[in-house]
Nanobody
Framework: QVQLVESGGGLVQAGDSLRLSCAAS????????MGWFRQAPGKEREFVGA????????FFRDSAKGRFTISRDNAKNTVYLQMNSLKPEDTAVYYC??????????????????WGQGTQVTVSS
């Protein structure tokens, strides 16, 4: 059983940057590709980006490309989501997820083995 705990959310202004972290415990972190999803009020959860098991490849939704990056440190069992040039429409609860597909698979509904509890990101205009 893998536990995922996100941190780093908060209230920022449009144009600011924020880095989210997701710490994993209880399993073999490097066995999983890791993804980030978000859910805004009244909307369905949506894919943001994902990274392969050893960090060699990433995949993002179009609106995140060029603004967000994902990295991971397998020695620390942690994955990061660096968000730059934040917009009010980025406001959501952000979740990390662990799965066994390649990063692009997270975008098309590949099975997720574990979810974190989420961290709130609020971007004011």
């Amino acid at each position: 059983q893998v536990q995922l705990v996100e941190s780093g959310g908060g209230l920022v202004q449009a144009g600011d940057s924020l880095r989210l972290s997701c710490a994993a415990s209880g399993g073999t972190f490097s066995s999983y590709a890791m993804g980030w999803f978000r859910q805004a009020p009244g909307k369905e959860r949506e894919f943001v980006g994902a990274i392969s098991r050893i960090g060699g490849s990433t995949f993002f939704r179009d609106s995140a490309k060029g603004r967000f990056t994902i990295s991971r440190d397998n020695a620390k069992n942690t994955v990061y989501l660096q968000m730059n040039s934040l917009k009010p429409e980025d406001t959501a609860v952000y979740y990390c997820a662990a799965g066994r597909s390649d990063p692009s698979g997270f975008h098309v509904g590949a099975p997720i083995d574990y979810w974190g509890q989420g961290t709130q990101v609020t971007v004011s205009s």
